[in-house]
């Protein structure tokens, strides 16, 4: 079961310290939990997701931040996802999305579209 270690912000950044699992069963309470810390800091413009106490994450909790990560782009706050454990790491990995949620890739992908 997941857990909300913390939620903490200043100014133009906020964080959220998850522990356990984030799975099927915890979706419900990441979501929630990133649209309440968004609202109770709107000058945010990162959204720091710390899940170095996660021990699990399966691919609907992948998702979940998958989609937060696009939401939240659109409104131009940018997610991160920090201090993943080898195995959330691994996952991310292995599914595709560690650069884009960790933004460990931002500066070495190319450019896209016109210049």
Same mark, same amino acid.
């Given at each position: +079961? ?20 984030? /799975?099927?069963?915890?979706? *419900?309470?990441? =979501? ?8 109770? @800091? !709107? ?6 997701? /710390? ?6 994450? *399966? ?9 937060? @990560?696009?939401?939240?782009? *659109? !409104? ?13 790491? =691994?996952? +991310? ?5 560690? /650069? ?6 931002? !500066?070495?992908?190319? =450019?896209?579209?016109? =210049?």
């Amino acid at each position: +079961m997941a857990v909300v270690q913390s939620v903490e912000g200043a100014g133009p950044w906020a964080r959220i310290r998850f522990s356990g699992e984030i /799975d099927v069963a915890t979706t *419900d309470l990441v =979501r929630e939990t990133i649209a309440a810390t968004l609202a109770d @800091h !709107s000058e945010a413009s990162v959204l720091e997701i /710390d899940v170095a106490g996660v021990s699990l994450i *399966d691919s609907t909790g992948v998702g979940v931040l998958v989609a937060a @990560h696009r939401t939240l782009a *659109d !409104s131009g706050v940018r997610l991160l996802v920090t201090n993943p454990s080898k195995i959330v790491e =691994r996952v +991310m990995k292995v599914t595709g999305v560690f /650069d884009v949620l960790t933004g460990s890739g931002i !500066s070495a992908r190319p =450019r896209r579209g016109p =210049r």
